[in-house]
């Protein structure tokens, strides 16, 4: 999807060549609204009380005279927050899926979107014109191929546009990896989409397997792996948009190709949404994607344990004791708490890198389902200030998460009279005793944890991942980016003087 930024007046809108033109309509108009043939629309249309108040509400006009396009849509934007713009262009856009609308304008200077609502409004239209086509050639792919965003002042948000250009390729790959099922998304195909990233944007990609990940003592990721004919791949992405010396933010993303609980394994119903348990896996390759078009100035590090979770004559036993790469035992009581396990090696493996911050995202519990649902990942963290970083981040990029506890009275229920733990903790706070496993596994590194199991796919008739939380990973990122830029400027007095000589 092309995306493209202009300084546009409402009445320049009315001669725009496009197939679509898009309007958001705010909840109060401005009177001074320039004259001209939309003005007369608008005007019209509020006058006769045509277009119904309440945010994502159209109205549809053909061939309106004197306006270049077509189709004009008018949707209605209430007081035009992010949300509210991202609802109404979703609604929008999801009316224009028509084959004949390949290029659409947006008109968002009614409104005086800043660059929140741009980023927002990019967001919804990649969102909404969406098609997954890859096993399913009889989809409709998607019509819409260009988008021209027409606001008040083009340079004002253009930084916000480039960032939300790359935000959108990155929700996008995230999006379509996750949906391809377990046969096409195999550990060594997601290996290769991490190669090709690399290789498009000029960083470096390691792929180990079998024999590396076991030189390296990862044994509770083997464990997981050995039921599966598929290879196992530990994914090692390096980004480097700072000096070598500046540590590296790191993001492990856990990349289960298709999890069947193992021996202790799951009901058959809903198993095919399994598939989407490389989800965090997926959602760090979109952050990938994003920073190769974005290119901040920060270091980003990105892990991905990848392998299936199979029952097998090969595969781990309830009970079974596996020691990890950070040396402790862990008894595996439940092969379905496989998540952990990839993890726990990964977050070792984390420390080389001497990360300034150490994120995981995983569809790790069923736990963390219930207690959040689908609206807000679940958020996990001893480090104040990246809990709050995580927390802010989640919320100016529309995409929340929510603070859950560490208590180390949880961690009681990993112990084990056979290894030093336990992969589970009973029902009781599933989704904390989960977490609690994986600091076992952090030293004293500045670490967070993301449970996303449930907001990275939708089920049922709108069954599909949804790239989440890409925004909410990059939005983090440019956060830190612009914190890592200011430690780095020179101090004020120095500045100030450097000031002082310029002046005359
Ligand atoms: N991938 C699942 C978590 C999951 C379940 C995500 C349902 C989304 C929807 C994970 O590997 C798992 O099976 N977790 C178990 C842990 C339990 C055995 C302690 C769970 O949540 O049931
Ligand atoms: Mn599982
Ligand atoms: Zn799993």
């Known amino acids: 999807m092309d995306f493209e930024l202009k300084s546009l007046l409402p009445a320049e809108a009315a001669a725009l060549p496009c197939d679509a033109l898009l309007v958001l309509v705010p909840e109060a108009l401005a009177p001074e609204l320039a004259p001209g043939s939309l003005h007369e629309l608008l005007a019209a249309v509020m006058r006769d009380g045509d277009l119904e108040p309440g945010v994502g509400k159209t109205l549809a006009c053909y061939r309106v005279a004197g306006i270049q396009a077509s189709r004009v849509l008018l949707v209605r934007a209430g007081d035009a927050t992010p949300a509210a713009v991202r609802k109404a262009v979703a609604a929008g856009v999801a009316q224009l ?301 529309l995409d929340p998460c929510w603070r859950l506890p560490l208590d180390d009275e949880y961690a009681e229920a990993l112990k084990s009279n056979f290894a030093d733990l336990g992969n589970v903790g009973g029902r009781p706070a599933g989704a904390i005793t989960a977490a609690k496993f994986l600091q076992k596994f952090t030293a004293d590194l500045p670490w967070a944890h993301l449970d996303i199991a449930g907001c990275a796919w939708k089920s049922g008739a709108s069954k599909g991942a949804t790239g989440r939380p890409v925004p909410l990973l990059l939005h983090y990122l440019r956060d830190e980016a612009a914190r890592a830029a200011a430690a780095t400027e020179p101090p004020p007095a120095a500045a100030g003087r450097k000031r002082a000589a310029k002046t005359p």
């Open 97 to 397: 899926k028509q084959p004949g609308v390949k290029k659409i304008a947006l008109l968002l200077s009614l409104i005086d979107a800043d660059g929140a609502a741009v980023r927002a409004a990019m967001q919804a239209c990649a969102e909404a014109s969406y098609s997954y086509t890859h096993t399913k050639p009889s989809a409709k792919a998607r019509a819409v191929q260009q988008v021209l965003l027409g606001v008040a002042d083009a340079a004002r948000v253009q930084a916000d546009f480039a960032f939300g250009k790359a935000l959108v390729t990155g929700v996008e790959l995230a999006k379509e990896w996750a949906n391809r099922p377990a046969n096409h998304a195999t550990p060594s195909a997601l290996a290769q989409v991490a190669i090709q990233c690399g290789r498009k944007a000029g960083f470096k990609t390691d792929v180990l397997g079998l024999k590396e990940v076991t030189a390296l003592g990862m044994g509770a990721l083997l464990a997981v792996a050995q039921g599966s004919a598929q290879p196992l791949r530990f994914i090692v992405m390096r980004y480097q948009g700072a000096a070598r010396s500046s540590a590296p933010v790191v993001l492990v993303g856990k990349g289960i190709t298709f999890d069947t609980g193992g021996i202790s394994l799951k009901p058959a119903a809903e198993m095919d949404e399994m598939k989407f348990d490389m989800a965090g896996a997926a959602s760090v390759l979109g952050v990938f994607a994003a920073l190769a078009e974005w290119r901040p100035a920060l270091n980003v590090v990105g892990l991905i344990p990848s392998c299936e979770n199979m029952p097998d004559a090969q595969a781990i036993k309830p009970g079974d004791v596996v020691t990890s790469m950070s040396g402790q035992t862990i008894e595996i009581l439940n092969t379905d708490a496989e998540g952990r396990l990839i993890l726990c090696d990964a977050l070792s493996y984390a420390a080389r890198f001497k990360p300034r911050s150490l994120i995981d995202v995983a569809t790790l519990t069923g736990a963390c389902v219930v207690a959040l649902g689908a609206v807000r990942s679940g958020l996990f963290s001893a480090h104040e200030e990246l809990a709050q970083a995580l927390q802010q981040a989640g919320e100016t990029a």
